[in-house]
């Protein structure tokens, strides 16, 4: 067990639609970084927080959108999904001492996004 | 662009047949190189991190190395359960973000 939560573990949904991903960090961690997993493209970076701010942003799609709360939680939104979409949507942490450089990410459990 | 490369895609191995899994990587000023095991449906699980060339990493039957222009894991004596998708990441220049390359599926039988 890595200490990174997130939920929901599964999602189906149709095409069009908005589905928001919620994820817990490390306590003690201030990044957060988001991740898609899918068949043909492998693990690829989404976007990073740092203690509330955005950081580093990879090739997010415009139609999603994540935030990081004070209490250092994260969300992804993922808008007008199309079945592309579909993938597994992994959360990670760090402790953000150097902003995120060098630093081990932990991964959470994912969230298993069904578009039909 | 950084580019990460592991090798073979796929291994079978019989138990205690000893091996090793490549990556090499074409990057800008590495800071890090770190190897992940991941089961099925999981979240990757880390393992390694190695920061500088000659450096080494061991735990259990696993031995990461690096080189300048890549880095290996050799499993020494495997078990069924050492079966995972194993997984390779670059951190360069002054980003923060992870590469992987695609990954290796190593199968271990009894």
């Known amino acids: 067990d890595s200490g990174v939560t997130q939920t929901p573990k599964h999602l189906i949904t149709a095409t069009g639609q908005r589905v928001t991903l919620r994820c817990s960090p490390r306590s003690g961690d201030l990044s957060v970084y988001w991740y898609q997993q899918s068949l043909d493209q492998g693990l690829q970076f989404l976007i990073q927080y740092y203690n509330g701010e955005e950081r580093a942003k990879g090739n997010i799609l415009e139609r999603f959108s994540a935030q990081q709360f004070p209490d250092l939680h994260s969300e992804l939104n993922l808008s007008s999904l199309e079945l592309g979409d579909s993938a597994l949507y992994f959360c990670?942490?760090?402790?953000?001492?150097?902003?995120?450089?060098?630093?081990?990410?932990?991964f959470g459990p994912g969230t298993r996004l069904l578009v039909l | 662009e950084d580019q990460v490369t592991q090798s073979p895609e796929a291994l079978r191995l019989q138990e205690g047949e000893s091996s090793s899994l490549n990556c090499s990587y074409t990057v800008s000023g590495l800071r890090g190189l770190f190897w992940y095991r991941q089961d099925p449906g999981k979240g990757p699980e880390f393992l390694f991190t190695?920061?500088?060339a000659g450096e080494e990493k061991e735990k259990e039957r696993l031995k990461a190395t690096l080189t300048k222009k890549e880095s290996f894991l050799h499993i020494t004596a495997p078990k069924p359960e050492d079966s995972a998708t194993y997984l390779c990441?670059?951190?360069?220049?002054?980003?923060?973000?992870?590469?992987f390359g695609a990954g290796t599926i190593l199968r271990v039988k009894s």
């Open positions: 190695l920061y500088s």
């Open positions: 990670a942490s760090s402790q953000g001492r150097s902003g995120g450089l060098q630093e081990t990410q932990y």
């Open positions: 990441a670059v951190q360069a220049g002054d980003g923060n973000k992870l590469v």
